[in-house]
DNA sequence: GTTTACCTATCTATCGATAGGGAGACAATG
DNA sequence: CATTGTCTCCCTATCGATAGATAGGTAAAC
């Protein structure tokens, strides 16, 4: 059944979720179709219906999937082998990277500016994310109790997502060093 | 021509560029179809391509009025009878009455995450949005030279963009009043 | 023989966009 | 005053493309 690959990709449905979410990074829940999904994988769209009955249960699947995904990338909030700033500092990372590599910010930032028009469960999955990411941060940045911590995790992750839509919107990476240099030095 | 209302609406252009924006800011560009603006402002859908032939013409011209609307409405960046705090104050409270009045966060924050798949005027019309606030910003910010200022115009644009979306996601407007608030506390 | 994973074919709804017509306002002309 | 032409702003009607979704078939795997 599992292929071989080095990759996490695995089968159709794997496949599936890794175009969607590129276009949904993209532009949007709006911005994909069943139709252009099944001629980028190789199948028709029928199949990917097999695969997720309605849009919104792909959408769903495309944002846990990003979740985990995010969530294992920034590692352990919590490991006392490194520093409050180490871990904010991989959180800033994973972000960076994402936009350099792939020139494409957070699925959850592009979905959650247009939460109010996303089918429920796309939403749900949302907010769960930036719960969790925010449950993430507050732990990183309160693990050792810290001196004079004033910053919290909502004006972290709030800095992070905006910094990435100015930077995208403006085309100037700048904008997205100079608020994560900031978050960095609000934090010693 | 022109009718006496109280309000600035005068005629279907205007009410055309009203009902654009609000969806817009619900949904992104793709929310909106000339369809449903037309219904809800009382005409057809061919009467809307009369004022705005294609829908790039729309978005740019709901884009470029509503970047009209954010720069009056946040005042001079540079008038000595207010200070760098109360500048930055309004600049806020514009984002703030704009969430719990409208229920809506910021256009060009939904339009800018989805800027790769926008029409060139209507991206471009976004990132002179983003300059003309960045320029603003930073004129509020160095108009009285400042003492140990830090704080720069791209950190607190992004933290107000990204606060927004958290907060809309989340359902949680504790979020961008926190983050507002740290913004504050950064300034003095 | 049941399940999995694909297929063909098709449905209805909606999209942006266009062609062409009509009613009213208005100015110029006689 | 009455007529004429033009311009604005809306209309009806329709086009082709694309959307999500479904019914039913097929071939291989277990």
């Known amino acids: 059944m599992e292929n071989t690959e080095h990759t996490a990709l695995t089968g159709k449905a794997e496949e599936i979720l890794e175009v969607a979410e590129r276009h949904m990074r993209a532009g949007g829940f709006d911005a994909v179709s069943f139709r252009d999904i099944a001629t980028e994988v190789g199948i ?4 990917v219906h097999y695969h997720f009955p309605q849009k ?30 180490e871990r904010i500092s991989r959180l800033i990372g994973v972000y960076r990277s994402a936009m350099i590599d792939d020139g494409l910010i957070c ?24 719960a969790l990411v925010l449950k993430w941060t507050e732990t990183a940045l309160s ?45 010693d």
Chains 1, 2 share one sequence.
């Open 107 to 130: 699925l959850c930032c592009v979905l959650g500016a247009e939460t109010l028009d996303l089918p429920d469960p796309v939403a749900e999955a949302v907010s769960s994310f930036f």
């Open 44 to 47: 028709k769209s029928a199949s």
């Open 143 to 187: 693990a050792p109790p810290a001196a004079g911590e004033t910053t919290t995790a909502a004006q972290i992750i709030s800095s992070l997502q905006g910094a990435m839509v100015l930077s995208l919107a403006t085309k100037n990476p700048q904008h997205f060093s100079d608020t994560a240099n900031g978050i960095l030095k609000a934090i």
């Open 56 to 85: 919104a249960d792909l959408g769903a699947a495309v944002v846990q999937r990003y979740t985990a995904r995010v969530i294992a990338a920034v590692g352990a909030p919590d490991n006392s082998d490194d520093s409050t700033k």
